[in-house]
Structures are given as C-alpha cells and as structure tokens.
C-alpha cells in the first residue's frame, strides 16, 4: 500500500502534467497540491488535475481500490464503461476528452457494469 510522505502546496516552477489523464494540471507560478508517496521501494510525486482529482472516488470504488492504490489505467478503463451511463457518463467523456482518447460510439456499443456485484473478475 502506498505511503503518504508528504503533502504539500508549493508553486510550481514550471508546468507540470497530470499522471493521469495527460493534460496541464498546473502551470508555472500556480500553486498545487504535490503528495509524495513511498511504494515497494520507490519515492514518487503524484500529481492530478483538479477534474481527476473530482471523480477519484467514482473510479476508486469501481476498481475497488484495495489500498494498492489506483492509476492512469484503472481510469481509462472505468471512463470506457461509463462513457454512455446516465450518471456519470459526462464525467467519463470529460476524462477521453482530456486524455486524448477515443471515445466509444455511443450507447448501444457501451459494455455492461461487470463489477456492480462486488466481485473483482478474474486474473485481478
């Protein structure tokens, strides 16, 4: 599970680019929150957008995050399930739209919430 170090809003020097989606989450002279974290052996910065920070909570109880945490991946895959949900298809296609991913055809291509039942699938 990963380590929170540290947490902290410095102002950014120069541009930095959400780990998740891709786009500018912060620019130069811009203050933002820098969370540093220790996992299996290794010391990283995570940094997000604040759009990714706002669905963080849809993605991660979906995934059934299980304290290993939960990245760029985990995101992509919920926003492709989501896409054409009545809920939070909006927030899905934001995301695409944000990552620069292609965004599936429209509702009757969208695949079923598998993981509504509580249980991960197989090979997770």
Known sequence: MPEL???TR????????????GCIAVRAG???LRRVYAFDGSV???ISC?????IYNLVASWAYDDGEGIGSDEY???AYEYAWDSDHGEAARAF????DSETPEGPE???PHERESGQKEAGE
């Open 10 to 21: 410095p102002v950014a020097r120069v541009d930095h680019y959400c780990l998740v989606c």
């Open 44 to 46: 990283y910065a995570w």
């Open 50 to 54: 604040a759009e990714c920070d706002s």
């Open 96 to 99: 695409l739209r944000r990552s």
């Open 109 to 111: 291509h969208a695949q």
């Open 76 to 78: 992509h895959e919920w």
């Open 5 to 7: 170090i540290s947490e």
């Open 30 to 32: 811009e203050r933002y």
